[in-house]
């Protein structure tokens, strides 16, 4: 019998200029009816080959290009930047300076999880999450730029330390977000959470298991709620995060529900750490020092480290030459390992499921493509 | 007749006079419109007249018959301007409760921000005119026209009040519901004559969203017009101020009715056939420019229907209980649908889209049974003599 | 201990010994030097080079035996007279990250795929073959991933001049 | 620690009752944003209050920059440009001009300034009409209202006094950091003398060589010196280098 084309099947293309891909990437889905039976995730309209352009600058100008990697999570950015270069420098950073950058980075954290919980509203088309989520985020957005001058693109660690000390009555301020903050958070999860429409929308979708996890390398918390317990700030401690006590949160459902639930737990996780943090600061005599003068050039070798980013972990392999700039900077985003992830999550979910299931990666396509 | 003066040619006669007169009261919109034919009819006839004078034409124009005609259409055309102005309110009031809603300030031009939609409207004028260029040339435009014309039909067919009103015929409910459901399907080939898989997707969702939804309000509407015992919107109305409001023995109804409602308008929680997220703009995608404009306001103009049978069927229509029809019972009537028309933005506000498979569940295997619980609460009560 | 069992959370010792008593030759240990990173933060990093032909063993070795589950990246350095491909892999127990560096030749730049080991290194591969030019034999799709697919050179080779630099 | 929100799994009684909280909850919201107003500003009309430390455009006190040009090597996207320009006294001097639409407002110009003359500046409303009025000159970059929070002072500790344990004497590379001459490559051309944006340098006679000319060699006043490397950058033979106190 003749086979004729697969009429029945259709190639749909979503994206670049698609309002379910937040960013610049296609998804090109074939559809049986609205079961998607393939995928194949396309990046690079944003390739502006950062690595390389590092190897043309010196260490310190690299930072605020770091920012610019993801525009949300722009401080753990240039946080593990500024960890590589500290490591193939082999300095020890002092307590302020650790402390400041765990507060920062989990200031960040927060801010980067409220705009993925807003871009989570407008996919499943509520847009009162979205502007109850900014809403929250924009005091985030003042805490940062009471600290660093800047909303977005921070510059604010450096190597060997961070910028400024804090400003006066930052602990207040921060405190208060905090406080409010936790209070306004159960109120939108009061309208995702406890609204069995927005809960029959992620529930049973994208399922993945642990082994599968593991394999395609997706990391952060769509890792956690599949049930692998990792996170690199607890199992592998940087800055100050080995002297502070916090929870993980793990799911084993694997579903888009429980990466939704493991990443508002990590916003109240991420709370009790500026809590402490600020605590721990109070005791630390405000004149010590912030941030210690490094050298210019960075010895010869090679080094790596990584970071919990807030979608995943963040690693940066250098080579230095011995000079004042880079001789190969390499950027690990959790994000571009994530989205290769997209066809074994999307297959056999609908249409509407789409938008949904990659809602939980968080895309962001500057540290994807680089 | 013979050659005679104007005057004789537009008497401005009294409308009561007229033998097609509709209504049992004094209608102020047709007395103008009847008046209006009278001086235009008569001016015409008395000119043809002097021409060819004795002309059975001429006798015709001033006849009651098509004064009637005229009047009617023209009290067509004043409901629609009624609704368009409603339409824009409504459309402000959205912007202005989602606003509040979201802790946002809603639109800002204009006192409190009224004239947003005047400027969207003009905007939408301006823009230029895209159409795709595979497009299935006929059924693209005729869909088109027809999903607008059927919105802007049922929205003229509303009755304001018991003197202001287009038909009354004794099954004008049906026939609002009748065009009502014509609409998926004109988006249905809408969707097909764009040549696009999106607008494709969204036109299947819409039928698919349309077989679900139907029968559950047919049924309500079975109850209630059961209970009324007739298919009168006047009788219904009446009814209800005689006994009370049907929201209190149907609360049931009523909450499914909305849920119904809200479906057949497409407003935000079911609107799968639009849904932005996946679909950029399901069925609307390659309508661009006044196209999508015009689509807008039909939308608009089907839930204001949605609120004016919500508001006919279960919230007395435009008597108050226990004062009847007020000195300007359309009024009343309007309040009521933006009171109704809350709710859906409320809707809208808290909650996100359906899936296509959970609509379909909850319209067969939730509204679907709960409706005919309601109907059989109706006909306990109707057997049990209560009403 | 015998080398078949599967070590849920190997030490840094265990990884050392297994290693050097499986591949005695091909697979040598660089030590840390650095005195100032934190004591533990330095027990949880392993440094290998590894000849290019035992690659794809050890690493099966690696994930099977060692349960390194995870593949972070997969890159490549231009040392101008060699290439060389650097994988880091990591266990989930206990945190360990786990370097191992291959030389390639400029004469015959290929290298085994990992990516049917990991599925997380495909698009590792992927980027690095097109971004250096470097083949991955075995693997299941290796085009261009970044760049437009009508390229015709590597961008990150140290040949490949940036404006403004020498 | 615990658990927050992942800690009561309460079993949902009334599966389709699960619209009624999200109802609630938004109704709620309505009444107290009506009353209390809604939080979002009128942006044209209102403006939202930033701290002193903001990083807005560049801005410049004119009277304090001495023409360094560490701003123009330490700027990321190479924006600052040092022009010719008349200062008070009619004297031709070179001083940075920013182009403010390649500026990406990382305030590196105001941290690394020695002379604490370049300033962030809390001023962000940017747009103009063409591309050349966002070159903002000397002149134009001075911002009037300009506070001590807008120097961004650079305060790092040296390693040594950390491990020393002196905690409280920050420095500045500037203030640390110094030229260093190495005699025997130094031809004496005394093009440090003329770079040298502080008159740092001077040329002093050591010897005669035989043909009996004066063999001069740059003598540093470490005290006026702000590591501003222009004359390691400009020596024609590389005799001077900085050395780094760490």
New interface residues.
Partial sequence: MMKGPELDK?W?T?GPQ???SHGLWTLRVQVDG?IVVDAEPE??YL?R?W???CE??IY??I???ADRLCYSASMTWSHLYCKVVE?AL???L?DRARYLRVVADEICRIQSHLMWLAAV????????????CL?ER?FFLDLN??L???RL?T?YPRI??V???M?YYFERDCMRAVERF?KALW?I????D????????MKGTGILTREQV??????GPAMRGTG???D?RR????AAY?EI???V?V?KDGDSYSRF?VR??EM??SC?IIRQAMAKLETI?K??????????AVPEG?H?T?IEDPRG?G?M?L?SDGTDKP??L?V?SPV??NV??AKPLVMGA??????AVMAMIDMCLGET?R | MGYSGLLEWVKFNNPMDNAYYPYDVYNLPYDAGAKLWELLGGLLGWLINLLVPGNRLSTWLISDAVVNAFAIIFLAVILFAVGFVVNLTMIWEERKVLGRMMDRRGTKIGPLGYFQCLGDGLKTFMKENVAPADKDKKIYWWALSLVIGSSVLIACMVPLSHRWFVVDYSTGLLLIFGIFALAPFFILCAGWAQNNKYSLLGGIRAATLMISYEIPMLILLASVVLMAGSFNINDIVNAQFDTMWYIVPQFIGFIVFVVCAIAESERVPFDLAEAEAELVEGWQTEYAGMKWGLIMLGDYFRGYTACALIVILYLGGWMLPGIGATAVPELVFLLKIFAVFFIFIWARASLPRVRIDQILNIGWKRLMPLSVVNLCIVLLLKMGGVF | MSSDAKIEAPSYNDVKALVATKFPKTVSLRENTKKNSRADNEKRRIYFKADRKVLLELCTYLRDKLNFEHASSVTAVDWVDHMEVVYHLSNYFNGMLLEISVDVPLDDLTVDSVANVWGGANWHEREAYELFGIVFKGHPKLERLLTPKYYEFYPFRKSYKLRGQE | MAMKYLKDEKPRKFRGTGVIKPLWTVLKHMFKTTIHRPVTILYPYEKEWVPDNYRGRPGLRFDRCVGCGICVRMCPTTCIKLVDVEDDDGNTVKRPQVNVGRCMMCGYCAEYCPMDAMTTTPDYELAEFTREDLVYGPRRLHFEMTTEMMEVPMEEHLPSNVAKGIMDKPVAFYNTDKPVLSKEDCIGCSKCEKVCPTNAIKMVVIGQNERGRDIKIPEIDNSKCICCENCVLNCPKDALHIEEVL
């Fill in positions: 259709m749909i979503m698609h309002p379910f609205e990046i690079g390739h080959g690595e390389k352009e043309n600058r310190p100008k930072i605020p290009m490591e082999d300095v020890e002092p509203g407008t996919d499943l088309g509520n847009l009162t999450v979205f502007l109850w809403r924009e730029v009471r660093c001058g800047q693109t510059n060997g330390g910028r400024n000390d400003p936790e109120e999860i009061a309208i995702t406890e609204s069995s429409l927005f809960v029959n929308r593991a394999n395609l390398g997706i990391t692998v317990d990792f690199i199992d592998d401690p940087y080995g006590d916090f929870e949160p799911l639930r508002i737990e109240f996780q009790e005599p004149t010590h020092p912030y941030r210690i003068k490094v050298p210019r090679t790596v990584r972990e690693l392999y080579v001789y190969r390499k690990r571009f390992v290769s992830a609908r249409v509407a499921d789409i938008p493509d």
